[in-house]
Structure formats: structure tokens, C-alpha cells
């Protein structure tokens, strides 16, 4: 498949809940070292906004060594471990030191499968929404992890493309966030409408951001 230009560092610096919405339907690219290429439609993000604007944000209260480069500049990676298992992928946006960041949660594979099958474990029969739905799920099958903490996600290993001049428009939903405690309520979840590769909500797990 052919995809569409690299999207540039101006596209990231604006307010994150406008791009998390035009992130659906973008493709996340990972180029590995040995020339394998992965890559995945975008089809669920997360939008967590800066300081004292959203109590479900890693940089809710201040700043600190974990959160740093949710400080800028955008088009950044943050990476961050879960429940000291999973790795989960942000990308950087907004200017100015406001420190918000998209959470990638899942992908529709397009490049790369049985690579992104491996990584994460999988019988090659295994159902192809379950390789990447889900932000722990999506960083494991890119191959993204805690050494990419920092990292620009404008040029390099890790990028973000638009998609090809002729797809259709995605339509996209907005609705409340999942498996976390505070700010549920907020509609800062924009998904991909029908898409099955979309991550599911558990009653039983909430994420600890």
C-alpha cells in the first residue's frame, strides 16, 4: 500500500483533542533494523490533555522525570510502563509546555503481520483483531518499547503517515474513556465507527496512568 507523506511536526502542535481525532485513520509505521516494515492503521487514540485540564493526565499536577517530554516538543514518543508490564506509546502534542499527549490504543494491521505475530506471542491462526487492540497489545506487536522514550516521531524508525490521497474520509466517533479512574466521563476517546480492531472496556481493568 502506498501511504501518504510523514505527518509534520505542525500537525502535532495544536490542541490534543484535535489531533486525537485526525489520528484516526493515519498509519503508525515502525521500520525495524533488519528492514522489516510494520504498520497499522490507526483506528482507536486516546487524547489526555496538560496541566490542571484533565486528572486522568500524567502531568495533571507538575512536572517530573517520568512525564518530562509530555513537555515538548510535540511529535514525540512517551512511552510508559503499566501495571509494570506493558509498555504503552503516546505521541507529544500542543506547544508552549502544555504537556498533552495521544495514547495509541489499537491499530488494523496492514504490513508486517506475521513480524507483528511473533512479537506478540501469537499463534499464526490467532484472530487478527487481537495482535494490536488494546495500547499494551499495539506497543508489544510494533516492537515500541521503554528505549523509545524521547524518541521523534516525525522522521526515523517511528513515524506516523497520512493515508493514501484516495481513502475515504474515516468516520470517526468520540466517546468516553476506558479503563481508567478519574475523568471517565470525558468523551476524549475518538474511535474508528465499526471498526472490529478497536480495544474492548473490561469491567475489571482500569489502568493506572
Do not use: K, Q, W
Amino acid at each position: 500500500m502506498r501511504l501518504g507523506r510523514a505527518l509534520p511536526r505542525a500537525f502535532f502542535a495544536r490542541p490534543c483533542l484535535e489531533v486525537a481525532r485526525d489520528l484516526v485513520g493515519a498509519y503508525l509505521v515502525r521500520n525495524l533494523s533488519d528492514g522489516t516494515r510494520l504498520a497499522g492503521r490507526l483506528v482507536e487514540v486516546e487524547a489526555y490533555l496538560g496541566t490542571g485540564r484533565d486528572p486522568a493526565s500524567h502531568a495533571y499536577r507538575r512536572l517530573t522525570p517520568r512525564n518530562r517530554v509530555m513537555f515538548g516538543p510535540p511529535g514525540r514518543l512517551y512511552v510508559y510502563r503499566s501495571y509494570g508490564i506493558h509498555a504503552c506509546v503516546n505521541v507529544v502534542c500542543e506547544e508552549d509546555g502544555r504537556a498533552a499527549a495521544v495514547l495509541l490504543r489499537a491499530i488494523e494491521p496492514i504490513a508486517g503481520l506475521e513480524r507483528m505475530r511473533a512479537n506478540r506471542g501469537l499463534d499464526r491462526d490467532a484472530p487478527l483483531r487481537a495482535v494490536a487492540s488494546g495500547p499494551g497489545r499495539l506497543a508489544r506487536a510494533l516492537a515500541i518499547t521503554l528505549a523509545d522514550y524521547g524518541t521523534s516521531a516525525l522522521r526515523g524508525p517511528i513515524c506516523f503517515r497520512r493515508a493514501p490521497a484516495d481513502a475515504p474520509a474515516p468516520a470517526v466517533v468520540a466517546t468516553p474513556r476506558i479503563g481508567i479512574r478519574e475523568g471517565r466521563e470525558l468523551l476524549y476517546r475518538f474511535v474508528l465507527a465499526g471498526s472490529p480492531f478497536a480495544s474492548r472496556a473490561r469491567a475489571s481493568a482500569v489502568e493506572r496512568r
